[in-house]
Structures are given as structure tokens and as C-alpha cells.
């Protein structure tokens, strides 16, 4: 079965630093990815995602994505923070092929912005 | 408004107790979802409809049960509800071609 791991539960960076979230994934072939984005009390929004072609992503609210075929990981990055980047953020997959039977997410990071 | 909307956004009810969660989307989108977030455990899988009359099991189904007459509502049903399904519920829907999720707000259920 597909698993999403994101190793890291909480993450504390200083506004206007840069931003690396971790996700790493276990699949037979390449699955969907995708990184979502929850703040509080709200539902998820979808930051970007990645199904094949170019392994560099670029998604909403300047976030981007790269995926490592040899790694299995789908790494968020961002070059600068902003204190309303403050949220969790989610990792997550999806089976290729023609069926979709629901996304298999990651347990999230927890995103703290530090003034 | 187009999008996906759920109701009620907040239910408190008793253990024993069915109650049913609604799921609305404008888009006419073919596949829906139903996921339940807790903490520590990030958000699982219910049950899923690829279209009307059309519905699977997902990671937890047990205690929940789904119907879809129509393509815009995926209502969700806790027969007998348990403190064990005190939890946020999502609801989602997706076009297989891009095979992105569009999430409503939650409802956020307490089993007392």
C-alpha cells in the first residue's frame, strides 16, 4: 500500500527566511503528487502539483516543488516566508493509472512563523 | 456561489445517535470524497463515489455509510454514532482528467 511521510511535525522559520518541507513517499510507480495547504479552521487548498514532465513545480503563493524520482520525495520549498504562510501543510498522493480512488495524505507539518 | 459547501459546519450529538452529514458541489464534478482529519493521523479516506450510484470503501469505512442519487450531493450517514468519530469531516471533489481535490470547509463532530 502507498504511504506519505513527513518527517518533520513541527517547523519554525523567521519571517522573511527561507522554507523547506519535507515529503517523502512509497509507491510502485511514480504516483500524483501534490502539497496542500490548511489554516486554521478552514479546509485545504491545493499549493501545486506534479504528475510527470518537468521535476520543478511552481505553485500558488510563490511555493514551489520539486520531485526526485530517486529519492521518492516531493519537497516544498519557498525562498522567503511571510508571517500568513503560517499553517499545516500537507503532502499527498494519489494512484496513476485510469482510476482515482482517493488521495493518500501525509500527517502534516505544522508551519510557525517567528517575527 | 460555485463550489463545494457541507453542512452542518459544526454538530454536537450523543453516542447511539445517526446523523448525517451533507456534501453540495456546483461543478459536476464526477468523483467525490469523504475524509475524516484527527490529530496525529493527518486525513483518511471514508468512502469515495466515482458517480451517482457509484460508491467504494476507503481506508476507514466502518460505522459510516454513503449514498449519491444525484452527481452534486454525497451525503454521509453515522448510523450509530461513537466518541470514536469525534472528528472533522471533509468532503472533496475532483475531475479524474486533472485529478486534483477541491475541499469544502469541514464539519467538525463531537459524539458525546
Known amino acids: 500500500a502507498q504511504s506519505v511521510t513527513q518527517p518533520d511535525i513541527h517547523i519554525t522559520v523567521s519571517e522573511g527566511a527561507s522554507l523547506e518541507l519535507r515529503c517523502n513517499y512509497s509507491?510502485?510507480?511514480?504516483?500524483?503528487l501534490f502539497w496542500y495547504v490548511q489554516s486554521p479552521g478552514q479546509g485545504l487548498q491545493l499549493l501545486l502539483k506534479?504528475?510527470?514532465?518537468?521535476?520543478l513545480v511552481q505553485g500558488i503563493k510563490g511555493f514551489e516543488a520539486e520531485f526526485k524520482r530517486s529519492q521518492s520525495s516531493f519537497n516544498l520549498r519557498k525562498p522567503s516566508v511571510h508571517w500568513s504562510d503560517a499553517a499545516e501543510y500537507f503532502c499527498?498522493?494519489?494512484?496513476?493509472?485510469?482510476?482515482?480512488?482517493?488521495?493518500?495524505f501525509g500527517k502534516g507539518t505544522h508551519l510557525i512563523i517567528q517575527p | 456561489d460555485a463550489g463545494i459547501t457541507q453542512s452542518p459546519r459544526y454538530k454536537i450529538t450523543e453516542t447511539g445517535r445517526q446523523v448525517t452529514l451533507m456534501c453540495h458541489q456546483t461543478?459536476?464534478?464526477?468523483?467525490m470524497f469523504w475524509y475524516r482529519q484527527d490529530l496525529g493521523h493527518g486525513l483518511r479516506l471514508i468512502y469515495y463515489?466515482?458517480?451517482?450510484?457509484?460508491?467504494d470503501k476507503g481506508e476507514v469505512p466502518d460505522g459510516y455509510v454513503v449514498s449519491r442519487s444525484k452527481t452534486e450531493n454525497f451525503p454521509l450517514t453515522l448510523e450509530s454514532a461513537t466518541r470514536s468519530q469525534t472528528s472533522v469531516y471533509f468532503c472533496a471533489s475532483m475531475v479524474l482528467a486533472g485529478r486534483e481535490q477541491y475541499f469544502g470547509p469541514g464539519t467538525r463532530l463531537t459524539v458525546l
Open positions: 506534479y504528475f510527470s514532465g518537468d521535476t
Open positions: 499527498a498522493v494519489g494512484a496513476p493509472g485510469g482510476g482515482a480512488d482517493g488521495l493518500t
Open positions: 509507491y510502485g510507480a511514480t504516483p500524483y
Open positions: 463515489s466515482a458517480a451517482a450510484d457509484i460508491t
Open positions: 461543478w459536476s464534478h464526477s468523483y
